[in-house]
């Protein structure tokens, strides 16, 4: 079947299937950001046109749209070219995070589309003025949805290849106009066959429409800007490479972070057999940063944390400590174990994890762990931190 997206693609990108190159990434962002400024501002001329003639306060808010929507797609190509650029002194971890500053650029812009399409619909509601129907808007605004759908599909095939935040706030928007085109011709069609103009209504919903997609794109941004949660299938990942090492006993503290696309940093501990010999687990830990690295592209860092494996009593504790936690609540997670022997008083050191979703008393918590260490051993202290999952 004919794709004209994919015929686009190989025509006019070089090693398009090298999508974490940063020059084969801008190139798709280059693409994607003229074929976005020549449909905006072919729609822009025959709307603002036609909306003109026929005096729809709807249709040509439709066309400022679709002009503000160009503007965007330029602030999209200027965001990928600067984004591409190599690291430097200034910038070590690259440029890829301009995509995120350009999101929140076009967010920006379709909220102030919708504050003045919501204002203009306003004005007409209380000075009303007649709309003049032409079949040639019907045309127009068909034309419109048809190009905002494909280009929405466009820059979503696109953003998922490449991983942008710049084309998937481009898709959201794209489809969008769509839906809001699609209810400026059902007013045009309405006022044509029942004489009643639903035009500055129909103005009030195409504002709201766009709102709500200016604000879904600016809270995805903002999460990428502040720090979200990694990806499920990144952390994963990871996972899965770290335990593929029969030296690894253990994952913790793990932190995973991006400096834009293509560009993952994190850090972590992994817990080894503290009996074996230092230079063959610190082999294994570098043997998991390249591999991290190579197969997902992971720029890691891993801690060793070497755990007693061979004292039976000290495994003996750690589990029934481990259980006793599970009893306050199943979600607690332990790690990092360790029994420091006095002649008063042993310390059982060790962190606690605790999710997010928990709501819990750091104090109080402690405090029933102490309470759980004196009830096996009146001698024991714990030392405990408490870790957010």
């Keep these: ?34 074929v976005g400024i020549v449909l905006n501002l072919l729609l822009f001329c025959g709307k603002f046109l036609v909306g003109t003639i026929s005096g729809s306060v709807a249709i040509r808010a439709d066309a400022i749209n679709n002009l503000t929507d160009a503007a965007s797609q330029i602030v999209s190509l200027i965001s990928f070219r600067i984004a591409a650029k190599p690291a430097d002194r200034d910038h070590p971890f690259g440029h890829a995070r301009i995509e995120y500053v350009a999101s929140m650029i076009v967010s920006m812009s379709i909220l102030i589309i919708a504050y003045q399409l919501f204002r203009d619909s306003i004005d007409k509601l209380i000075n009303p003025v007649a709309t003049e129907f032409r079949w040639v808007s019907v ?59 639903p035009d500055a209504y129909m103005g009030l919903l195409v504002a709201i429409l766009i709102a709500v997609a200016g604000v879904r794109i600016l809270r995805d941004t903002k999460n990428s800007i502040l720090g979200g949660a990694p990806a499920p299938e990144t952390v994963e990942e990871i996972k899965q490479i770290i335990e593929s090492y029969p030296e690894a006993l253990g994952i913790h503290d793990m932190t995973v972070h991006t400096y834009g ?36 592209g992971i720029h890691a860092t891993i801690h060793m944390d070497p755990i007693v494996m061979n004292d039976p009593a000290v495994n003996e504790l750690r589990d029934r400590i481990r259980t006793e936690l599970k009893q306050i609540d199943d979600r607690l997670e332990m790690h990092d174990f360790r029994m420091v022997i006095g002649p008063t008083h042993s310390n059982l050191i060790f962190d606690v994890v605790v ?8 104090a109080a918590l402690k405090r029933d762990i102490d309470t759980i260490a004196k009830q096996i051993d009146q001698t024991y202290n714990t030392v405990v931190t408490i870790d957010r999952a």
């Design 355 to 362: 999710p997010f979703e928990m709501t819990v008393d750091t």
């Design 139 to 197: 045309g127009v605004l068909i034309a419109s949805i048809l190009v905002k759908l494909w280009l929405g599909l466009f820059n979503r095939h696109i953003g998922k290849k490449i991983d942008s935040e710049v084309l998937r706030a481009t898709m959201t928007d794209s489809l969008s106009d769509a839906g809001a085109t699609f209810a400026v011709l059902i007013a045009t069609l309405v006022y044509h066959f029942t004489s009643f103009d």
């Design 261 to 296: 696309p293509g560009t993952v940093m994190a850090s972590l501990h992994v817990e080894v057999d503290g009996s074996k010999n230092v230079f063959d687990m610190h082999d294994a830990i570098d043997r998991m940063e390249k591999q991290l690295f190579t197969d997902a």
């Design 1 to 34: 079947m004919f794709d004209l997206t994919d015929l686009l693609c190989r025509v006019f990108i070089k090693n398009a299937d090298k999508v974490k190159d940063p020059h084969v990434r801008s190139a798709y962002g280059t693409l994607s950001a003229i």
